[in-house]
């Protein structure tokens, strides 16, 4: 899948460094969290000046807004908001069956790489797939923001349109994608009238938390828990 687009103008590095940081800053405001802006600033000046400053920007607000009032904001964001879902697969197929083995997927691509994710996380929540994609499998990681590209867009878009802090964080992620293609464009379209599938059915057993992949014919023989998030230097 990886041939099927443009080549990327990021380096390597450049890379790793905008979706570690987008995948540390987008995750729940806490102390701990504050505590690396200053890291996550200084390795912005590394990157392209556009991209740099739409990750500056956010530190900017995260630094000058209470803790409290950021975390409030999170949650009526993110988890009160169907057109600001973190989970890629949820803009596709909603709470649908289809869902479920579109998440079964994402886990068998991170165990093609020989990792399992902690149960405690769904495998499609985008700073997941960007910690994958920064310290595991550059390009799996791609491929999966590749064919959620229409959600990511209007993830994007409906952050822009909100004022929220956080859209610049989604154009830092968008900005190591290539252009949106015509048929993406269509797909966006679409889901900003239509919205999410809307029906309700169970996940399971697909997304049970007891779920364990590891019985599938591409597992790794010894897998390694995806560390999260583990950005450079933000580990004691």
């Not at 807004?65 to 057109?83: G, H, K, M, S």
């Not at 996380?121 to 985008?126: K, Q």
Request: proline letters at 8%; a negative charge.
């Amino acid at each position: 899948m990886s041939g099927r687009r443009t080549k990327q103008t990021l380096s390597p590095d450049q890379l790793t460094t905008v979706w570690q940081s987008v995948s540390l800053l987008l995750d729940y405001p806490d102390e701990h969290l504050l505590g690396h802006t200053a890291l996550v600033g200084s390795a912005s000046r590394a990157l392209p000046v556009t991209i740099g400053d739409s990750i500056r920007d956010f530190l900017t607000h995260l630094e000058s807004t209470p803790l409290p009032d950021i975390q409030a904001d999170y949650v009526e964001t993110f988890d009160n908001r169907r057109r600001c879902n973190l989970f890629l697969t949820y803009f596709a197929h909603g709470d649908t069956r289809k869902r479920g083995m579109a998440l079964l997927r994402f886990k068998q691509t991170y165990l093609q790489a020989g990792f399992v994710l902690d149960d405690a996380e769904l495998p499609d929540h985008l700073c997941v797939v960007l910690e994958f994609a920064a310290t595991i499998d550059r390009n799996l990681g791609r491929d999966l923001m590749l064919d959620h590209r229409a959600g990511l867009e209007l993830l994007r878009l409906s952050l822009r349109d909100m004022g929220s802090p956080w859209a610049s964080l989604i154009d830092a992620v968008t900005a190591t994608l290539p252009p949106l293609r015509g048929d993406e464009r269509d797909a966006v379209r679409r889901l900003a009238a239509e919205g999410p599938p809307e029906e309700e059915v169970g996940l399971a057993p697909f997304a049970n938390p007891q779920f364990s992949p590891g019985a599938s014919s591409g597992a790794a023989p010894e897998a390694t828990l995806l560390p999260m998030p583990s950005f450079p230097g933000a580990r004691a």
